[in-house]
């Protein structure tokens, strides 16, 4: 499984970005996709996620109500749609795929795209 995120960029306070996460490979193993994020100097930290296969989204406290997860199977895409940007959203931007081979279970990672929000 290869992810490859793109979207990321400079925007103020108050306004809105959309992360976007391209997957290829072995699509039908994977059970949930997920973004997470690091601050400079910080642990990455979960934002949020969405099961392959659809259902429920789960966010962290942090941007509940102010992101949302999305995803186009059709495309095998995965969204990040942040509004109400904060400066403290500020981070490299992840994107995760949980993947089921053999019955155990793999984190894949993409590349990371930079968020920056000014005041």
């Known amino acids: 499984v290869q992810l490859v995120a793109s979207g990321g960029g400079l925007g103020q306070a108050g306004e809105f970005l959309r992360l976007a996460c391209v997957v290829s490979?072995?699509?039908?193993?994977?059970?949930?996709m997920g973004w997470f994020r690091q601050a400079p100097g910080k642990e990455r930290e979960f934002v949020g996620a969405?099961?392959?296969?659809?259902?429920?989204?789960y966010y962290a406290d942090s941007v509940k109500g102010r992101f949302t997860i999305s995803r186009d199977n059709a495309k095998n895409t995965v969204f990040l749609q942040m509004n109400s940007l904060k400066p403290e959203d500020t981070a490299v931007y992840y994107c995760n795929a949980t993947v089921n081979i053999g019955g155990t279970i793999h984190d894949y990672w993409g590349q990371g795209t930079q968020v920056t929000v000014s005041s």
């Open positions: 969405i099961p392959w296969s659809g259902g429920s989204t």
């Open positions: 490979g072995r699509t039908s193993r994977i059970k949930a």
